[in-house]
């Protein structure tokens, strides 16, 4: 079983940045964020691959870049021109093909108007 280890989040004003990290506990071919906002469904934000192919919901293209370092075992979530609808906990999560997500304990990211 996988250990997922999220940092970075916190509050930052409407159009400002942040960074999330999440370091998995060995290689996953999978890696990404999920979010959820209080009363709203859980969103996938972002995947990327080992290969680092990724996908993005719409809803954050062109905002938010998801990265990786597979010699750390590492996963990135940069965040730019936030938005107050931005505001959930964001979870890191990972899964190896044909398996189900593995997920972290969750940051909290808060953006004031």
């Known amino acids: 079983q996988v250990q997922l280890v999220e940092s970075g989040g916190g509050l930052v004003q409407s159009g400002g940045s942040l960074r999330l990290s999440c370091a998995a506990s060995?290689?996953?071919?999978?890696m990404g964020w999920y979010r959820q906002a209080p009363g709203k469904q859980r969103e996938l934000v972002a995947t990327?691959?080992?290969?680092?192919?990724?996908d993005y919901a719409d809803s954050v293209k062109g905002r938010f870049t998801i990265s990786r370092d597979n010699a750390k075992n590492t996963v990135y979530l940069q965040m730019g021109s936030l938005k107050p609808e931005d505001t959930a906990v964001y979870y890191c999560?990972?899964?190896?093909?044909?398996?189900?997500?593995?997920w972290g304990q969750g940051t909290q990211v808060t953006v004031s108007s």
């Open positions: 999560v990972a899964k190896d093909l044909l398996y189900s997500w593995s």
């Open positions: 990327i691959n080992v290969g680092g192919s990724t």
């Open positions: 060995r290689t996953m071919y999978n």
